[in-house]
């Protein structure tokens, strides 16, 4: 299919009270629009014009895809306007069809899109509108009008207040769009600002369609997909419907959730088989989690490998790049960051390991932790493989601790330890009696 999709990106977003542009904030972990560009991608278009607006400066660099060209709208004078801006600059005249998306619509699915094309070219349409039913009346959407079954214009709200159409039209317009590119460069221009904002709307298409003859129609979307976001409350409930599918899909994978409502999950979050995850567990983006694995109760988990027969927690953090070998235990209140814990490990309770390598069945004791930070720069701990180390062990980094080595309790480690050694403090206990 021969395919053009433009992504409106550019909208202020003043709604979100926030200094960062609206389609940067996140819908599990992800971008807003990362979420479109994905599905966008999938769609293999010929080309992907995201439009944007100076303020976007400080956050191209979130935008990695070599594939999306970016353009920017100078002066934000409407959605017409900007799919004018991208059709000067994709050269898309040869390319059939063109797809409009929203920036603010992270819960649209590749399928939907899909079955709206299809629908689109099976019934030859010139333009097509997604739109959606809202659950209550209370909304700013403008309505689907229609004239004998033909769909004429789209109605903005104040317009079917003055002319009393509230409480007949109940079709809205989600704004995604489909259009037969060769029509639309060539009435785009007719679109005028004659409104209140002096902005041209794309909307205004579907009435011009309309009067010169062409054929418009409509593919009828779940509106809680097709929605845009446009305030934290209405972000807060996008994320809610996110997790809400997250957690079904693991479900059905099979994962065991005692309760899934408290699990928190990133959009790229990949688990397989037997799984059991307990209350309020936290996964952040890129974590995988392998095997049989049992993840307990206020886990909080972050750029992280978790390998088959591993068991989490509670209250245990892992974070920034970790791997986690098999068979290994993290019990609670541990903490490890940027290391790599190689099979059989145990650091069961009360510990901090941090820009580490622990080698293959070493048990590191309550209360031990890797002094990694000298006041200037990170430094490396490795302990080698079957080492035993003691509870309230201090680990100064750079340190390395060769294979079955065993540290004392409550040793103060600032010297490299050959193997098979044996390392303690030596400090005798001192009874007196009490004067009376």
């Known amino acids: 299919m021969s395919l053009s999709i433009i992504v409106l990106a550019a909208g202020k977003g003043s709604r979100m009270n926030s200094s960062i542009p609206k389609v940067f904030h996140a819908v599990g972990n992800k971008e807003m629009i990362s979420h479109v560009h994905e599905i966008a991608l999938s769609l293999n278009p010929k080309i992907l014009t995201t439009v944007i607006s100076d303020e976007f400066k400080n956050f191209i660099h979130k935008i990695k895809n070599k594939k999306i060209k970016l353009v920017t709208q100078q002066n934000r004078n409407g959605t017409a306007h900007a799919v004018k801006t991208a059709l000067k600059k994709n050269n898309s005249s040869n390319i059939k069809n063109t797809l409009i998306l929203y920036g603010d619509t992270p819960l649209v699915q590749k399928k939907t899109i899909g079955n709206a094309i299809k ?173 049989n694995v049992l993840i307990k109760s206020f886990t909080h988990l972050e750029k992280t490998i978790v390998n088959r027969n591993v068991m989490i927690g509670p209250f245990s953090r892992i974070r920034d790049n970790v791997e986690i070998g098999s068979n290994v235990k993290i019990g609670n209140f541990v903490e490890i960051k940027k290391s790599d814990i190689k099979s059989g490990v145990k650091i069961s309770h009360l510990s901090y390991v941090g820009d580490a390598l622990i080698g293959q069945e070493t048990n590191i004791g309550a209360g031990s932790i890797t002094c990694n930070f000298d006041g200037k720069n990170k430094n490396k701990t490795i302990i080698g493989p079957n080492c035993l180390v003691g509870s309230n062990t201090s680990l100064i980094a750079p340190l390395e601790i060769k294979k079955n080595s065993v540290i004392g309790a409550g040793t103060i480690v600032n010297k490299d330890i050959k193997e098979n050694s044996l390392i303690y403090r030596k400090s005798e206990l001192v009874r007196k009696e009490k004067k009376k």
């Open 119 to 291: 629908y689109f070219i099976k019934n030859s349409l010139d333009l097509c509108v997604l739109a959606m039913k809202p659950k209550s009346s209370d909304h700013a959407y403008g309505r689907l009008f229609f004239q004998n079954k033909s769909l004429i214009k789209i109605i903005e709200k104040t317009e079917m207040t003055k002319a009393g159409l509230e409480n007949d039209l109940n079709i809205c317009n989600s704004g995604m769009m489909i259009f037969n590119t060769k029509k639309l460069l060539k009435y785009i221009d007719k679109v005028e600002n004659h409104n209140k904002k002096k902005e041209f709307y794309l909307t205004d298409l579907v009435n011009i369609f309309y009067n010169y003859g062409l054929k418009a129609g409509y593919y009828l979307c779940d509106y809680e997909e097709c929605k845009g976001v446009n305030n934290m409350q209405e972000l807060s409930r996008a994320n809610e419907i996110f997790q809400n599918r997250k957690r079904n899909f693991f479900l059905n994978k099979g994962i065991c959730m005692e309760d899934p409502s408290t699990v928190f999950f990133s959009a790229d979050t990949r688990i397989e088989k037997d799984v059991k995850i307990q209350p309020n567990v936290y996964f952040g983006s890129g974590v995988i989690v392998k095997d």
